[in-house]
């Protein structure tokens, strides 16, 4: 392997099994794994990581026959840097073993428990908060814990595992893209908990943490060419390689129950406040993203960069920017205007290759929080919402499976028959939790809905880079 790229140098015989992280997908690689490499870097043994796979054995076959080691790509325009990653120390499949990963979060060397499972993960009804009970994984669970099959399942499992053999408790760090996840979690896990032992349920909540946390690194999927072309740079095939922008971002609400990493010298942020970071990224970073993605994705931008190229693009962008901006409290240190010129900066990065594609998914589960929730407060405040309209209204045209240029896709949700059968604005507002929208709400969606279908998507942000948009469609009827 070329001297130029990284490995470890610590030994990575003498580290411990401190992490445990359910979700091991690309995120994780290059975004947490990458602060406890630095931990374990830094001399401190007690950060490896055990990965767990939640569903297929993937990427336990990409990894284990490399011993968990990984290649990490950071990209930015021509520069490229690579990484060879140690810290992932195992990999587990919980369907094939729950048992073990059970074992694993009860083990005396775990300190923490952190996740990126996505929203769906969770197991939530959105509009109560609680355990999803037709889930049929969560009534699994709810019946039993022998053989847990959910995250709030295989969590109430281990933290059982601890009590009863007398360790500590720990602390539990969701990493989603949820507003209060560290609260939505707990919630989850100490219904699921009660339901099986009161005094278990009862001792998670005086004992265990479940901090809120913020996590940003934008990391597209990676392709056989991305593959064949570090091969051809290192001169080893890793399949179970990642790649990532330079941009990472930790904030964690400083709440923790026994050891953790010095996250302040890794560079992760400890605050009394989290929401506000969230609110912005989510609405900012993430509501972008997603209106780019629908959109997009609709004119034929198979990327990302590919649609801020453009005069229309980046006038969307700003134009829903602007809006959102208005529902946000900033933080001390987060300057917005800033903020928002360096994520055009990193949406504008063409190495990173992102998919509008990979964005498009499990967007009835993303919506609420990036898109719902401004359009909420501005209403409430009176203001008209034209650009987050398009947003939502792009997405709900995304459900038809046919781009503008006719090419058929599979919409890829976990409710997608559900959103396939629903008919008109309400019905699919009605789907994502989102049918308190008031009138003026619904009337700018159903116009740009019904300006999509019959125009196309380009023409229509294309008018905004013309300066037709932002208009007050709050006041138009959807035959306007």
Known sequence: MPAAVAGPAYDRDAAKRGVVHLGIGAFHRAHQAAVFEAALEGGDLRWGVVGVSLRSAAVRDQ???????????VRDGQDAR????GAVLDVLVAPEDPAAVVRAIGATDTHLVTLTVTEKGYKLDRASGTLDADDGDVAHDLASLDAP????????????????????????????????NGALLRAGVLEMARAHDPALADWIDREVAFPATMVDRIVPATT??????????????????VKTEPFLQWVVEDRFTGPRPDFATLGVQLTDAVGPWEDAKLRLLNGAHSGIAYLGGLAGDAFVHEFVARDAGRAFVEALWDEAAVTLTPPAGLDIPGYRQQLMARFANSSLQHRTRQIAMDGSQKLPQRLIAPIRERRAQGLPVDALALAVAAWMRWQAGVTDAGERFAV???????LAGANGVDALLAAIGADDLDEDARRAIAAHLDAIERDGARTVFDRLAAGAYPRRLDSMSPEE
């Open 63 to 73: 990894l284990v026959p490399q011993d968990g080691l990984y290649t990490l790509l």
């Open 82 to 85: 690579a990484q060879v990653i």
């Open 149 to 180: 099959r959910t995250v709030p399942g295989l969590i109430a499992a281990g933290l059982a595992v601890r009590r009863a053999a007398g360790r500590a408790a720990i602390t539990i760090l969701s990493c989603d893209n949820l507003p209060h």
């Open 224 to 241: 056989d060419a991305d593959i064949a072309a570090l091969a051809g740079r290192i001169g080893v095939e890793d399949r179970a390689m």
């Open 412 to 418: 890829d949700d976990p409710i997608a028959d559900r």
